[in-house]
T-cell receptor, first 112, second 113 residues
């Protein structure tokens, strides 16, 4: 059961432009959402998170938006840099439930 | 400060064999979770260990078992390997009940032939 979906396997943007990565979920009980970034041969690295009581969380160039009614969240990267090129995973969890559900990932390529 | 360390980095096994993967958590963390990441998919939760006991388990068969030692390190054991067990196995450590505080290791790439 794929409760977290990232429907775009890849995204390519020009350096300096905005990158928008999307994620949809089906379980309305999820109350905490996270984005991880993964470089080749490395484990996923926590990037940014958002609680379901918020609709936006910002950290430098990274902003996550949550639309609970649409069960949709997105990660905005502005401005995009070549070093942002990686696979981005969306994840969701329920309370203190440690069974964190991941999407399949989106490979972002930022071209110089 | 060392992060999460996993060993070995790569492993090739034959169908039907058994394998043990190892994980040392980040200093200060007391909880270890294991994930399986198949090619082209996101990580899937296998189980989590805290205080040397399995706290929670994902949808994986009993062939997958684990252990946590008093020093918080952990092992993942897979018996009767199947071709479909070929994947990247990720270990993540955290403080208990802090899912957002996960630190992942680089993983062990298991290939079953």
């Amino acid at each position: 059961d794929q409760q977290v979906k990232q429907n775009s396997p890849s995204l390519s943007v020009q350096e300096g432009r905005i990158s928008i990565l999307n994620c949809d979920y089906t379980n309305s009980m999820f109350d905490y959402f996270l984005w991880y970034k993964k470089y080749p041969a490395e484990g996923p690295t926590f990037l940014i998170s958002i609680s379901s009581i918020k609709d936006k969380n910002e950290d430098g160039r990274f902003t996550v938006f949550l639309n609970k009614s649409a069960k949709h969240l997105s990660l905005h990267i502005v401005p995009s840099q070549p070093g942002d090129s990686a696979v981005y995973f969306c994840a969701a969890t329920l309370g203190n439930n440690n069974d964190m559900r991941f999407g399949a990932g989106t490979r972002l390529t930022v071209k110089p | 400060d060392a992060g999460v360390t996993q060993s070995p980095t790569h492993l090739i096994k034959t169908r039907g064999q058994q394998v043990t993967l190892r994980c040392s958590p980040k200093s200060g963390h007391d909880t270890v979770s294991w994930y399986q990441q198949a090619l082209g998919q996101g990580p899937q939760f296998i189980f989590q260990y805290y205080e040397e006991e399995e706290r929670q388990r994902g949808n994986f068969p009993d062939r997958f078992s684990g252990h946590q030692f008093p020093n918080y390190s952990s092992e993942l054991n897979v018996n009767a390997l199947l071709l479909g067990d070929s994947a990247l196995y990720l270990c993540a450590s955290s403080l208990v009940d802090r899912a957002y505080g996960y630190t992942f290791g680089s993983g062990t790439r298991l290939t079953v032939v």
